[in-house]
């Protein structure tokens, strides 16, 4: 990365690429700059509270509580912070090439991206984990409340140590009398240390859990579009509750989808600037940088988005989380929707494994087979 004084320290602190130690300041003018912030400033609007709503929709309503619930509310907190931090703190520092808040937000600010980023696509991955054992294993024991917390907690933990290694080799610099956040790694020959760790780290929040979503929701994919019905086609609750189960399905693959769109694009980014290092020496390269960091950070608005395009259910919770808006009219349909218990016959037993009951949210009609599952409308879990 050395010898370029134009080149721009863009990504210190950003992610597992945070390592640029030897860039000179530079500056933007003002009408390159508002642009830019107002783009920042909309995308970490509306992910903050996009996502604090998908938060707020599934804790405060016993109606959407379930397994796969919590696992949204997994995605949503690292989405949220992640919005809140690195979109925010990364931007003022990419655009001015200064670093203006202290050592200890230095190694939080290292530390933090890659925790938020390996939560976001391992919540994704425990989701289509669960999925898949529901749709393809219906018999076989599904994960209890407090298992999912676990492996929630477990997510958190792997996470952390996976980013520690950056964080601790943070350091505060001065360069040109301009202070820089940087990551000082030690120095080995040819830089393969840095250079595995930062394919590693690719590997383990990008690529890995991509193939093993893609596997997982091809399977499931099959299964409830190529199965036949058995003995006579599906009717009533059963049709409706396997369209709920397919519509669920779609929403996370576009989830899914969309988080790898973003992310793609960064990642080549910092794989070619190891491969080709004068690339960073152009003088396009910020606006370039920028751009990237934008696409990859939106990932954290669209889900939101998404949820509320195409379930019901959360729709709802939208439309009663604004009722202030004059353009917002929450109906009482909305309020029952989040509020009403489900009747008896929408909870079963759905099977007996080696002395286990276990109680589901997605089974509400059970026909002799375990090809024939069911689910909530629109595929919202919930949970007697």
Same mark, same amino acid.
């Given at each position: 990365?050395?010898?370029?004084?134009?080149?721009?320290?863009?990504?210190?602190?950003?992610?597992?690429?945070?390592?640029?130690?030897?860039?000179?300041?530079?500056?933007?003018?003002?009408?390159?700059?508002?642009?830019?912030?107002?783009?920042?400033?909309?995308?970490?609007?509306?992910?903050?509270?996009?996502?604090?709503?998908?938060?707020?929709?599934?804790?405060?309503?016993?109606?959407?509580?379930?397994?796969?619930?919590?696992?949204?509310?997994?995605?949503?907190?690292?989405?949220?912070?992640?919005?809140?931090?690195?979109?925010?703190?990364?931007?003022?520092?990419?655009?001015?090439?200064?670093?203006?808040?202290?050592?200890?937000?230095?190694?939080?600010?290292?530390?933090?991206?890659?925790?938020?980023?390996?939560?976001?696509?391992?919540?994704?991955?425990?989701?289509?984990?669960?999925?898949?054992?529901?749709?393809?294993?219906?018999?076989?024991?599904?994960?209890?409340?407090?298992?999912?917390?676990?492996?929630?907690?477990?997510?958190?933990?792997?996470?952390?140590?996976?980013?520690?290694?950056?964080?601790?080799?943070?350091?505060?610099?001065?360069?040109?009398?301009?202070?820089?956040?940087?990551? +000082?790694?030690?120095?080995?020959?040819?830089? %393969?240390? =840095?250079?595995?760790?930062?394919? #590693? !780290?690719?590997? /383990?929040? *990008?690529?890995?859990?991509?193939?093993?979503?893609?596997?997982?929701?091809?399977?499931?994919?099959?299964?409830?579009?190529?199965?036949?019905?058995?003995?006579?086609?599906?009717?009533?609750?059963?049709?409706?509750?396997?369209? +709920?189960?397919?519509?669920?399905?779609?929403? %996370?693959? =576009?989830?899914?989808?969309?988080? #790898? !769109?973003?992310? /793609?694009? *960064?990642?080549?980014?910092?794989?070619?600037?190891?491969?080709?290092?004068?690339?960073?020496?152009?003088?396009?390269?910020?606006?370039?940088?920028?751009?990237?960091?934008?696409?990859?950070?939106?990932?954290?608005?669209?889900?939101?988005?998404?949820?509320?395009?195409?379930?019901?259910?959360?729709?709802?919770?939208?439309?009663?989380?604004?009722?202030?808006?004059?353009?917002?009219?929450?109906?009482?349909?909305?309020?029952?929707?989040?509020?009403?218990?489900?009747?008896?016959?929408?909870?079963?037993?759905?099977?007996?494994?080696?002395?286990?009951?276990?109680?589901?949210?997605?089974?509400?009609?059970?026909?002799?087979?375990?090809?024939?599952?069911?689910?909530?409308?629109?595929?919202?879990?919930?949970?007697?």
């Amino acid at each position: 990365m050395g010898g370029c004084g134009a080149e721009v320290d863009a990504n210190a602190s950003s992610g597992p690429e945070g390592d640029i130690t030897d860039l000179t300041a530079f500056s933007m003018p003002a009408w390159q700059l508002a642009p830019w912030a107002a783009a920042y400033l909309a995308l970490v609007l509306v992910a903050v509270t996009g996502n604090t709503m998908v938060i707020w929709i599934i804790l405060a309503h016993q109606r959407m509580r379930a397994v796969t619930s919590y696992l949204i509310v997994n995605l949503a907190l690292a989405d949220l912070c992640l919005a809140t931090f690195n979109a925010a703190f990364n931007f003022v520092y990419a655009s001015h090439n200064i670093w203006y808040f202290g050592r200890a937000f230095c190694y939080f600010q290292n530390l933090f991206p890659i925790t938020a980023m390996f939560v976001s696509i391992y919540s994704m991955t425990a989701i289509a984990a669960d999925r898949y054992m529901a749709i393809v294993h219906p018999f076989r024991p599904r994960l209890s409340a407090p298992s999912t917390k676990a492996v929630i907690a477990g997510i958190w933990l792997v996470a952390l140590a996976l980013a520690f290694p950056q964080c601790f080799y943070s350091t505060i610099t001065l360069e040109q009398g301009a202070t820089k956040c940087v990551v +000082a790694w030690p120095e080995d020959q040819g830089g %393969m240390t =840095l250079l595995l760790y930062h394919v #590693a !780290v690719i590997a /383990l929040i *990008y690529f890995l859990p991509l193939v093993v979503m893609f596997v997982a929701y091809s399977v499931i994919g099959l299964t409830l579009w190529k199965r036949a019905v058995p003995g006579h086609q599906a009717h009533g609750a059963s049709l409706r509750h396997l369209q +709920a189960k397919k519509k669920f399905v779609k929403t %996370m693959v =576009l989830v899914v989808v969309t988080f #790898a !769109v973003c992310w /793609l694009p *960064y990642h080549f980014y910092f794989l070619l600037g190891h491969l080709q290092k004068d690339i960073y020496c152009h003088k396009f390269i910020q606006q370039v940088y920028l751009a990237l960091f934008w696409l990859a950070m939106s990932s954290t608005m669209y889900n939101p988005i998404i949820y509320c395009c195409l379930n019901h259910r959360f729709r709802s919770g939208f439309w009663l989380a604004f009722p202030c808006c004059p353009w917002v009219m929450p109906t009482e349909e909305d309020k029952l929707e989040l509020t009403r218990t489900p009747s008896p016959s929408m909870r079963v037993n759905r099977c007996h494994t080696k002395e286990t009951l276990f109680m589901t949210w997605d089974v509400v009609s059970f026909e002799a087979t375990k090809g024939q599952v069911g689910g909530p409308q629109d595929g919202v879990p919930t949970e007697p």
